[in-house]
């Protein structure tokens, strides 16, 4: 009898197996085939998406401001390299205006406008922008974020929510140092959380009202109509030297820079973007060779030899 119920269970498991693998091919089926993937530079991007390469120096000649996104773009697994970071200072130093437009919070923001090569900061995704001014750090809140009672009585209300259904959740370890959203972790400090575990994250969000992104380390969700794009252009308005959109070029790798990649005519992706191309509506124009930090560079190589530096 033993022997018997060892038998159907193996083949109980064969037959879940079977259906899973399936499953997923089916699902590959349909990636190739709406999203058009093709095969390119040594891995699958979509074909609104070109390699970074000499064919776009026109499309970059008149750039005149960078945005770029922080983590895993301008850092490679949680640390910046001194290549991306002296990549930076040449843009900076090439004359470029050049502002992070981040998820992070805003203990880190202050940190990286007072230190960093930057012209601004913009940060929790749209929230807020801070500038330095004569050595005084300026701010500008983002239109569209409800005051600061309604927000922490929103936000202790989803913490909740989420702890029901995901006990074992962690927030960002920055989570303290934050002033608009809730950031949980979902691989940063902790494992990588399974795919379907983060759809289903995302979902109880939304159906708390929250405005939900997807970053490479965080599920990020504030209460408020705005964004990375509408907060950089805020600022773009208020602030920037450079005041015309098409002037600028933006570098990212993750859902939460989709906002960017749909309004930028010059959007770049470094090549770890290429895991997500497939649930873009809007991918990047152009991607890199290279991941994270070391295709920020790649990128301001390219920025280089456009210009002839």
């Known amino acids: ?94 004359g470029y205006q050049v502002v992070a437009v981040t998820g992070r919070a805003s203990g880190w923001c202050d ?90 994250l995302m979902e109880l969000c939304q159906q708390k009202g929250a405005v939900v992104r997807l970053s490479s380390i965080h599920v990020n969700a504030w209460f408020g109509d705005y964004d990375k794009w509408k907060g950089f252009q805020f600022w773009l308005e208020q602030e920037a030297e450079q005041k015309k959109v098409d002037t600028w070029a933006y570098i990212g790798d993750s859902p939460n820079d989709e906002p960017m990649f749909k309004r930028f005519h010059c959007s770049v992706g470094v090549a770890n973007v290429a895991a997500y191309l497939p649930s873009f509506k809007y991918p990047p124009q152009w991607i890199t060779r290279k991941k994270s930090g070391s295709g920020f560079v790649e990128f301001v190589d390219f920025l280089e030899k456009v210009r002839g530096i």
């Open 1 to 94: 009898m033993v022997g018997m119920s060892r038998f159907l269970l193996w083949c109980w498991g064969r037959t879940l197996s079977t259906a899973f693998i399936l499953k997923r091919c089916l699902s590959w089926v349909w990636v190739f085939k709406e999203c058009q993937l093709i095969f390119q530079g040594g891995f699958y991007i979509t074909s609104n998406t070109s390699i970074l390469d000499e064919n776009a120096f026109n499309a970059f000649k008149n750039i005149q401001g960078i945005c770029f996104d922080v983590d895993d773009t301008l850092s490679t697994e949680g640390k910046l390299t001194h290549e991306a970071y002296a990549a930076l200072w040449r843009l900076y130093r090439a």
């Open 111 to 200: 940190h990286m406008v007072r230190f960093w090569p930057v012209h601004a900061v913009l940060g929790e995704n749209g929230a807020f922008s801070f500038w330095m001014k004569r050595g005084v750090r300026q701010t500008l809140l983002t239109p569209g974020g409800i005051s600061q009672e309604q927000l922490l009585t929103q936000k202790l209300q989803l913490m909740k929510s989420v702890q029901e259904v995901f006990s074992e959740v962690l927030w960002a370890s920055d989570q303290p140092y934050r002033t608009h959203d809730l950031a949980i972790d979902i691989g940063e400090g902790v494992p990588r959380w399974d795919s379907q575990d983060i759809e289903r």
